[in-house]
């Protein structure tokens, strides 16, 4: 079992924000459009794991011996405890969130098998970028957490690694530049 390939084209463009960021050069980025989609996907996932039914007759991967480096699994995310959709980074336990990007040491008592229908419901939300072409950004300049942006891709070093030649702010809606007019004032 494995996930299906991320479906964007050299050359398209995508709008999202930035889920994780490893530096000015390297951040996970999220496509926009995926945001109800993942918002549906969280909760059936808390009940399918918590609430009693088949997903908690799941036992941890450690029991199952099956900690195998690249498979998908169902790990807790340590800030809000809820169960999200990973792939297993090592076999002491680090999983990276496929729909955040980000990476964490977890019990192995949180890991557990992903139940098929979610490995298949869609793909890891989640997009690896690298900027090419980097020029050094005042610190305001950086993609924070969170911000919105839109990519370009550039070209696919793996399905979900992928290089983009800049970061392009979205651009302000008139409502929001009205606003900020106004408080200025």
Known sequence: MS????????????????????????????????????????????????????????????????????????????????????????????????????????LLESIKPLARQFSEFMSPAAVHCKVVNFQQLSTAGYPKLFDPVAIIIRSKVEPYRVTVESLISPPTSICRRLLNRQVKS
Request: net charge neutral.
């Open 3 to 106: 996930y299906f390939d991320f479906s964007a084209n050299v050359g398209e463009r995508l709008d999202g924000y930035v889920c994780f960021s490893e530096g000015p050069r390297e951040f996970w980025f999220r496509p926009k459009k995926f945001e109800e989609f993942l918002n549906d996907l969280d909760n059936i996932l808390q009940l399918y794991y918590e609430n009693g039914g088949r997903g908690s007759l799941f036992p941890s991967l450690s029991d199952c011996q099956l900690l195998k480096v690249g498979i998908p699994c169902a790990a807790k995310l340590s800030v809000n405890d809820r169960w999200c959709r990973a792939r297993v980074a090592n076999q002491m336990g680090v999983v990276q969130f496929v729909d955040i990007g980000h990476k964490q040491l977890c």
